[in-house]
Protein backbone atom coordinates (compact mmCIF):
# COMPACT_ATOMS: atom_id res chain seq x y z
CA UNK A 1 0.00 0.00 0.00
CA UNK A 2 0.63 3.83 -0.87
CA UNK A 3 1.28 6.20 1.76
CA UNK A 4 2.66 9.81 2.60
CA UNK A 5 4.00 11.24 6.18
CA UNK A 6 3.63 15.22 6.50
CA UNK A 7 5.61 15.84 9.38
CA UNK A 8 4.73 18.77 11.51
CA UNK A 9 0.91 20.06 10.87
CA UNK A 10 1.69 23.22 11.29
CA UNK A 11 5.14 25.45 10.63
CA UNK A 12 5.42 29.15 10.79
CA UNK A 13 7.84 30.72 9.44
CA UNK A 14 8.87 34.80 8.65
CA UNK A 15 8.41 36.85 5.66
CA UNK A 16 11.54 36.18 3.65
CA UNK A 17 12.40 33.26 5.70
CA UNK A 18 13.27 29.72 4.14
CA UNK A 19 10.19 27.67 3.69
CA UNK A 20 10.33 23.57 4.49
CA UNK A 21 7.93 21.41 4.26
CA UNK A 22 8.64 17.88 5.02
CA UNK A 23 6.76 14.44 3.35
CA UNK A 24 8.22 11.27 3.38
CA UNK A 25 6.76 8.41 0.98
CA UNK A 26 5.99 4.64 1.43
CA UNK A 27 5.40 2.48 -2.35
CA UNK A 28 6.13 -0.75 -3.54
CA UNK A 29 6.03 0.59 -7.02
CA UNK A 30 8.19 3.58 -8.45
CA UNK A 31 5.81 6.86 -7.02
CA UNK A 32 4.15 9.78 -8.66
CA UNK A 33 4.74 12.45 -6.10
CA UNK A 34 2.67 15.72 -6.11
CA UNK A 35 2.31 18.81 -4.11
CA UNK A 36 -1.05 20.58 -3.88
CA UNK A 37 -1.66 23.76 -2.09
CA UNK A 38 -5.21 24.91 -0.36
CA UNK A 39 -5.82 28.24 -0.14
CA UNK A 40 -8.71 29.44 2.65
CA UNK A 41 -12.44 28.19 1.35
CA UNK A 42 -10.98 27.29 -1.59
CA UNK A 43 -10.02 23.62 -3.32
CA UNK A 44 -7.04 22.18 -4.12
CA UNK A 45 -4.58 23.51 -6.50
CA UNK A 46 -1.57 21.53 -8.12
CA UNK A 47 1.84 22.95 -7.00
CA UNK A 48 4.12 20.38 -8.64
CA UNK A 49 4.71 17.18 -9.58
CA UNK A 50 7.35 14.00 -10.01
CA UNK A 51 6.61 11.93 -12.60
CA UNK A 52 10.03 9.90 -13.01
CA UNK A 53 12.12 12.61 -15.21
CA UNK A 54 14.33 15.18 -13.31
CA UNK A 55 14.54 14.85 -9.96
CA UNK A 56 14.10 18.79 -8.79
CA UNK A 57 10.69 19.81 -9.90
CA UNK A 58 10.18 22.82 -9.88
CA UNK A 59 6.63 24.60 -9.13
CA UNK A 60 4.62 27.51 -9.58
CA UNK A 61 4.98 30.23 -6.91
CA UNK A 62 8.95 29.80 -6.41
CA UNK A 63 8.45 26.41 -4.75
CA UNK A 64 10.61 23.18 -5.84
CA UNK A 65 11.01 19.81 -3.96
CA UNK A 66 13.54 17.29 -4.26
CA UNK A 67 12.54 13.33 -4.84
CA UNK A 68 14.99 11.40 -2.79
CA UNK A 69 15.07 7.72 -3.26
CA UNK A 70 17.33 6.93 -0.85
CA UNK A 71 15.32 8.91 1.89
CA UNK A 72 11.95 8.14 0.64
CA UNK A 73 11.54 11.72 0.84
CA UNK A 74 9.99 14.87 -1.37
CA UNK A 75 10.19 18.06 0.51
CA UNK A 76 8.98 21.34 -0.41
CA UNK A 77 11.00 24.26 -0.61
CA UNK A 78 11.23 27.58 -0.86
CA UNK A 79 13.85 30.04 -0.53
CA UNK A 80 12.02 33.43 0.77
CA UNK A 81 8.76 32.95 2.25
CA UNK A 82 5.52 35.75 1.24
CA UNK A 83 2.84 36.29 3.02
CA UNK A 84 0.85 35.24 0.06
CA UNK A 85 1.89 31.73 0.57
CA UNK A 86 0.07 31.14 3.84
CA UNK A 87 -2.50 28.23 3.11
CA UNK A 88 -2.66 24.39 3.75
CA UNK A 89 -0.20 22.09 1.48
CA UNK A 90 -0.54 18.82 0.81
CA UNK A 91 1.63 16.24 -0.32
CA UNK A 92 0.11 12.82 -2.46
CA UNK A 93 1.62 9.64 -3.90
CA UNK A 94 0.07 7.77 -6.01
CA UNK A 95 1.39 4.68 -9.17
CA UNK A 96 0.10 2.07 -7.48
CA UNK A 97 -2.68 -0.85 -8.91
CA UNK A 98 -5.47 1.30 -6.82
CA UNK A 99 -4.83 4.08 -9.14
CA UNK A 100 -6.00 6.75 -6.45
CA UNK A 101 -3.79 9.87 -5.29
CA UNK A 102 -3.10 8.81 -1.42
CA UNK A 103 -3.52 12.68 0.57
CA UNK A 104 -1.15 13.22 3.54
CA UNK A 105 -2.89 15.12 6.16
CA UNK A 106 -1.08 18.30 5.40
CA UNK A 107 0.69 21.21 6.78
CA UNK A 108 -0.64 24.84 7.58
CA UNK A 109 1.85 27.01 6.72
CA UNK A 110 1.71 30.52 8.10
CA UNK A 111 4.01 33.65 7.62
CA UNK A 112 4.85 36.02 9.85
CA UNK A 113 5.49 39.50 9.42
CA UNK B 1 -11.81 26.79 -19.25
CA UNK B 2 -14.33 27.70 -15.71
CA UNK B 3 -12.69 24.27 -14.08
CA UNK B 4 -14.70 22.41 -11.70
CA UNK B 5 -18.21 23.44 -11.10
CA UNK B 6 -19.51 22.26 -7.69
CA UNK B 7 -23.20 23.27 -6.16
CA UNK B 8 -24.31 24.09 -3.79
CA UNK B 9 -21.31 26.26 -2.31
CA UNK B 10 -22.57 26.02 0.80
CA UNK B 11 -25.64 23.87 2.43
CA UNK B 12 -27.03 24.00 5.78
CA UNK B 13 -29.70 21.03 6.45
CA UNK B 14 -31.15 19.28 9.35
CA UNK B 15 -30.46 15.77 10.09
CA UNK B 16 -32.90 13.21 8.06
CA UNK B 17 -33.01 15.21 5.20
CA UNK B 18 -31.84 14.35 1.51
CA UNK B 19 -28.86 16.46 0.32
CA UNK B 20 -28.06 16.54 -3.55
CA UNK B 21 -24.37 17.75 -4.24
CA UNK B 22 -23.61 18.59 -7.76
CA UNK B 23 -20.10 18.83 -9.41
CA UNK B 24 -19.70 19.57 -13.70
CA UNK B 25 -16.11 18.29 -14.47
CA UNK B 26 -13.80 20.31 -17.23
CA UNK B 27 -14.52 18.86 -20.73
CA UNK B 28 -12.87 16.39 -21.98
CA UNK B 29 -11.52 14.43 -18.96
CA UNK B 30 -12.22 11.37 -18.70
CA UNK B 31 -11.96 10.50 -14.56
CA UNK B 32 -14.22 12.11 -11.88
CA UNK B 33 -13.45 11.67 -7.99
CA UNK B 34 -15.33 13.00 -4.94
CA UNK B 35 -13.45 13.92 -1.52
CA UNK B 36 -14.27 14.09 1.48
CA UNK B 37 -12.37 16.96 3.72
CA UNK B 38 -12.86 16.88 7.66
CA UNK B 39 -10.06 18.04 10.63
CA UNK B 40 -10.39 14.43 11.79
CA UNK B 41 -9.35 12.70 8.89
CA UNK B 42 -8.50 14.98 6.49
CA UNK B 43 -8.47 14.23 2.62
CA UNK B 44 -10.98 11.59 1.84
CA UNK B 45 -11.74 9.74 -1.63
CA UNK B 46 -15.14 8.72 -1.74
CA UNK B 47 -15.79 7.22 -5.13
CA UNK B 48 -13.91 7.77 -8.89
CA UNK B 49 -15.84 7.02 -12.47
CA UNK B 50 -13.75 6.56 -15.77
CA UNK B 51 -15.78 7.51 -18.54
CA UNK B 52 -19.47 7.80 -16.69
CA UNK B 53 -18.87 4.23 -14.31
CA UNK B 54 -18.10 3.69 -10.98
CA UNK B 55 -14.57 2.29 -10.68
CA UNK B 56 -13.89 2.70 -6.92
CA UNK B 57 -16.38 3.10 -4.24
CA UNK B 58 -14.30 1.66 -1.56
CA UNK B 59 -14.17 5.13 0.25
CA UNK B 60 -17.87 5.88 0.72
CA UNK B 61 -18.81 5.66 4.28
CA UNK B 62 -21.78 3.76 4.12
CA UNK B 63 -25.36 3.11 2.27
CA UNK B 64 -26.59 6.45 2.86
CA UNK B 65 -24.26 8.07 0.45
CA UNK B 66 -24.73 7.58 -3.23
CA UNK B 67 -23.24 9.05 -6.18
CA UNK B 68 -24.16 8.74 -10.07
CA UNK B 69 -22.38 10.36 -13.15
CA UNK B 70 -25.35 10.04 -15.75
CA UNK B 71 -23.30 11.99 -18.02
CA UNK B 72 -19.56 13.00 -18.60
CA UNK B 73 -20.79 16.65 -17.64
CA UNK B 74 -22.48 15.89 -14.27
CA UNK B 75 -22.40 14.24 -11.14
CA UNK B 76 -24.11 13.96 -8.03
CA UNK B 77 -23.19 13.07 -4.42
CA UNK B 78 -26.18 12.01 -2.25
CA UNK B 79 -26.94 11.84 1.50
CA UNK B 80 -29.89 10.13 2.50
CA UNK B 81 -30.83 10.41 5.12
CA UNK B 82 -28.11 13.14 6.37
CA UNK B 83 -26.57 12.95 9.92
CA UNK B 84 -24.46 15.74 11.86
CA UNK B 85 -21.43 13.70 11.10
CA UNK B 86 -21.39 14.02 7.26
CA UNK B 87 -20.55 17.94 8.14
CA UNK B 88 -17.34 18.24 5.94
CA UNK B 89 -16.43 19.91 3.01
CA UNK B 90 -16.83 18.04 -0.47
CA UNK B 91 -14.78 18.34 -2.90
CA UNK B 92 -15.18 17.25 -6.85
CA UNK B 93 -12.27 16.70 -9.25
CA UNK B 94 -11.33 15.91 -12.60
CA UNK B 95 -8.84 14.47 -14.29
CA UNK B 96 -7.91 13.17 -18.27
CA UNK B 97 -5.62 10.65 -15.83
CA UNK B 98 -6.62 8.01 -12.75
CA UNK B 99 -4.13 10.25 -10.85
CA UNK B 100 -0.57 7.95 -12.14
CA UNK B 101 0.74 10.88 -13.33
CA UNK B 102 -1.76 13.44 -14.27
CA UNK B 103 -3.06 16.76 -12.31
CA UNK B 104 -6.24 16.58 -10.80
CA UNK B 105 -8.38 19.71 -10.90
CA UNK B 106 -10.39 20.64 -7.85
CA UNK B 107 -13.30 22.21 -7.50
CA UNK B 108 -14.33 25.06 -4.93
CA UNK B 109 -15.66 21.96 -2.92
CA UNK B 110 -19.32 22.49 -1.02
CA UNK B 111 -19.38 23.19 2.68
CA UNK B 112 -22.06 20.94 4.34
CA UNK B 113 -23.77 21.44 8.13
CA UNK B 114 -25.76 19.02 8.75
CA UNK B 115 -27.32 20.69 11.95
Known amino acids: AQSVTQLGSHVSVSEGALVLLRCNYSSSVPPYLFWYVQYPNQGLQLLLK??????LVKGINGFEAEFKKSETSFHLTKPSAHMSDAAEYFC???????????FGTGTLLAVQP | DAGVIQSPRHEVTEMGQEVTLRCKPISGHDYLFWYRQTMMRGLELLIYFNNNVPIDDSGMPEDRFSAKMPNASFSTLKIQPSEPRDSAVYFCASSTDPGRRETQYFGPGTRLLVL
Open chain 1, 92 to 102: AVSGGATNKLI
Open chain 1, 50 to 55: YTSAAT
